[in-house]
């Protein structure tokens, strides 16, 4: 009677089953100045957030061709198999096997009779090995099963934490690559601006109006600009490249959509609830899938003390005469019960079991440090996004100064009131002014690219 309670229960002495672990989330993010809002960014599909046409190709080509997720698929292949492995060991294994053998007795040997001729004879034998099957009375089987599809549903998260890596780096790198075209653009309108004060104030020199010195301070003033075109060229060859190796192709020239300042913004970025980044984020999700994994086999480790219990059986056809092999005396069959219980193993079990729970409790603690560094990061990344749009705002006034306090200092030095060191020195700050605005720009934009990936956007299709 307690035999078939074991064998119907299927499960280790003292199994608990597998429960998330308590977790205390805040109410709200750190950083969000809004009451919580149920919806979240993270769970918009990429296309909804990044609606620029050219960045969304370049997204989908990296979906069918990046490396690293070609890489996560074909783990998740490896991962599948072997659940299918493991399971394969709790159901009974069929094997046929066959032979046949022609042999011709020596005259002179002792199994002819005296004044017999030897003749060939066949012997053959059809066995059917009907049963190797190990009764998983304990659970030890069945648990292993429970980890492999758990590290195959690990694994399956993982891939989707590839996917939402993918559109960040991709993402990222194409608003820096409009930076850096924003930047060149800007170097150029410089460069030509300074190259027609330089010629204005050659032409003042040879009437005597301006000085060698003013000419060579104007000259300086190109060479500055001239020198930041070549610069730019290079980072956005670079960036380039490393937008084609996202996208697993060779170096090449990458199509861009709308300017950095007409790329559109999303209506309203809500960072939603703490509780569902658990469920959204899948490195968390991940996370949990191992801690499961390792809940299962702390118990398939602790099943390795009780018995195991092995059916093999076989059925078959053996005879001499090859005719008759299939006749009713030439059947044959076979059971054999086993039972197996470990004496000494020299502490092998009482390890192994500590082994499990060390890998348990290391993968409890992954699970928990993934779920802060998920709290810190979509802070963080709330945080930054709010303080780099004012950023941007201020540096929006401070440009507009600037252009209007240059084209008066030129004016004045012109009409002869106003020195040309405080022209060419409105035109050095404009010109930094200019350029710290297009990376606030871009770096608004990868403010946004962070919050959508730290709140496990990314991945929905």
Same mark, same amino acid.
């Given at each position: 009677m307690i035999t078939v309670l074991l064998f119907g229960s299927g499960s280790v002495v003292g199994q608990k089953k597998y429960q998330r672990p308590e977790v205390k989330t805040p109410d709200t993010f750190r950083g969000e100045t809004t009451s919580p809002d149920p919806n979240s960014i993270g769970d918009l599909k990429w296309f909804e957030v990044f609606k620029d046409p050219e960045l969304q190709k370049l997204i989908q080509t990296a979906f069918v061709q990046n490396y690293d997720l070609r890489k996560a698929i074909a783990r998740?292949?490896?991962?599948?198999?072997?659940?299918?492995?493991?399971?394969?060991?709790?159901?009974?294994?069929?094997?046929? !096997?066959?032979?046949?053998?022609?042999?011709?007795?020596?005259?002179?040997?002792?199994?002819?009779?005296?004044?017999? /001729? =030897? /003749?060939?004879?066949?012997?053959?034998?059809?066995?059917?090995?009907?049963? !190797?099957? #190990?009764?998983?009375?304990?659970?030890?089987?069945?648990?292993?099963?429970?980890?492999?599809?758990? #590290?195959?549903?690990?694994?399956?998260?993982?891939? /989707?934490?590839?996917? !939402?890596?993918?559109?960040?780096?991709?993402?990222?790198?194409?608003?820096?690559?409009?930076?850096?075209?924003?930047?060149?653009?800007?170097?150029? *309108?410089?460069?030509? !601006?300074?190259? &027609?004060?330089?010629?204005?104030? /050659?032409?003042?020199?040879?009437?005597?109006?301006?000085?060698?010195?003013?000419?060579?301070?104007?000259?300086?003033?190109?060479?500055?600009?001239?020198?930041?075109?070549?610069?730019?060229?290079? @980072?956005?060859?670079?960036?380039?490249?490393?937008?084609? @190796?996202?996208?697993?192709?060779?170096?090449?020239?990458? @199509?861009?959509?709308?300017? @950095?300042?007409?790329?559109?913004?999303?209506?309203?970025?809500?960072?939603?609830?703490?509780?569902?980044?658990?469920?959204?984020?899948?490195?968390?999700?991940?996370?949990? #899938?191992?801690?499961?994994?390792? *809940? =299962?086999?702390?118990?398939?480790?602790?099943?390795?003390?009780?018995?195991?219990?092995?059916?093999?059986?076989?059925?078959?056809?053996?005879?001499? &005469?090859?005719?008759?092999?299939?006749?009713?005396?030439?059947?044959?069959?076979?059971?054999?019960?086993?039972?197996?219980?470990?004496?000494?193993?020299?502490?092998?079990?009482k390890s192994n079991v500590k082994l499990a729970k060390a890998q348990r409790e290391y993968a409890l603690a992954q699970y928990q440090q993934a779920i802060q560094v998920a709290f810190r990061e979509v802070s963080d990344a709330l945080v930054q996004y709010r303080k780099v749009k004012e950023v941007r705002a201020q540096q929006e006034l401070l440009v507009t100064t600037l252009r209007d306090r240059s084209r008066l200092s030129y004016l004045r030095y012109q009409g002869g009131v106003d020195t040309l060191l405080n022209a060419l020195d409105a035109d050095r700050d404009l010109f930094s002014a200019e350029l710290s605005l297009t990376q606030t720009r871009r770096n608004e934009l990868l403010s946004l690219v962070q919050l959508y990936k730290a709140l496990g956007g990314g991945w929905q299709k």
């Open positions: 998740i292949d490896a991962e599948r198999a072997n659940v299918g492995l493991v399971r394969s060991n709790q159901f009974p294994e069929l094997v046929a !096997t066959a032979d046949l053998t022609k042999t011709r007795l020596s005259n002179n040997g002792g199994a002819v009779g005296a004044g017999q /001729k =030897a /003749k060939p004879r066949t012997f053959g034998d059809v066995l059917l090995n009907l049963l !190797t099957f #190990e009764i998983d009375i304990w659970g030890r089987l069945r648990q292993q099963t429970k980890a492999a599809r758990a #590290e195959l549903r690990a694994s399956e998260e993982d891939r /989707k934490g590839v996917m !939402t890596t993918i559109v960040s780096d991709v993402a990222t790198e194409y608003f820096s690559l409009l930076e850096l075209d924003s930047e060149l653009d800007i170097a150029r *309108h410089t460069l030509a !601006t300074r190259e &027609d004060s330089l010629r204005l104030i /050659k032409i003042r020199e040879q009437g005597g109006v301006a000085s060698m010195l003013e000419v060579r301070q104007a000259e300086e003033l190109v060479y500055q600009a001239s020198q930041t075109i070549p610069d730019a060229e290079r @980072l956005i060859a670079q960036t380039e490249n490393q937008i084609s @190796l996202l996208l697993g192709n060779s170096p090449g020239a990458i @199509l861009r959509g709308p300017s @950095l300042a007409q790329q559109q913004e999303v209506p309203s970025l809500p960072a939603g609830l703490p509780s569902a980044l658990l469920e959204r984020r899948p490195d968390i999700r991940s996370a949990e #899938e191992n801690l499961e994994a390792q *809940h =299962a086999l702390v118990y398939a480790a602790r099943a390795a003390y009780f018995p195991r219990i092995s059916l093999t059986g076989f059925f078959g056809f053996q005879s001499g &005469d090859l005719s008759n092999l299939f006749s009713g005396p030439g059947a044959t069959w076979n059971f054999l019960p086993q039972i197996a219980q470990p004496l000494f193993v020299a502490g092998a079990l």
